[in-house]
């Protein structure tokens, strides 16, 4: 498995990724707008995603196997003031169960501490998401108190759990 940088090229792939995972997706996360399932609308998305790649707000990222997109991970929010950011990520169902969100968010971590020299992290899950606030609490997130963020997943408002990580200093 390869975690790399989002690209144009990957519109397709993207495309067939989230359409299969689309109902996986909507029960556990907010829904995307309908005009994003379709080629023109991911494009939209890849092309939003990497500008804000080159302004330097958004790491995008993919878990790529066998030529398969089976996740996607995101560092978003990069703010060179607070540097601070916020971690995503969401896995193919199929793929759930074998460690992946683990090494996506070892590999945001990687990215932010390394690569855009931050000094914290934030994350924030559904009350409903167990399995992804033990994946943060394992990668040494520590549970910060109820999130500001409210998600609407599959028509009802569910409340999210704020988790924080800090940068050890040497």
């Given at each position: 498995m390869q975690i790399r940088t989002l690209t144009t090229a990957d519109a397709s792939a993207l495309l067939e990724f989230e359409l299969a995972n689309r109902d996986w997706?909507?029960?556990q996360v907010d829904a995307?707008?309908?005009?994003?399932?379709?080629?023109?609308?991911?494009?939209?998305?890849?092309e939003d995603y990497l500008a804000r790649h080159a302004s330097g707000t958004m790491h995008p990222c993919l878990l790529v196997e066998d030529g398969e997109i089976i996740g996607r991970c995101n560092l978003k929010g990069i703010d060179q003031v607070s540097l601070r950011a916020e971690v995503g990520y969401r896995i193919a169902s199929y793929a759930c169960g074998r460690g992946l969100a683990g090494a996506a968010l070892a590999h945001l971590m990687e990215l932010a501490y390394g690569h855009w020299q931050l000094r914290g992290l934030d994350a924030h899950v559904t009350i409903a998401n167990a399995a992804s606030a033990r994946v943060l609490q394992r990668a040494g997130f520590i549970f910060a108190g109820p999130s500001p963020i409210q998600a609407e997943v599959a028509g009802s408002a569910l409340d999210c759990l704020h988790f924080c990580h800090a940068r050890a200093i040497r």
């Open positions: 997706f909507e029960s995307r707008a309908p005009d994003f399932y379709n080629l023109i609308g991911v494009a939209a998305h890849i």
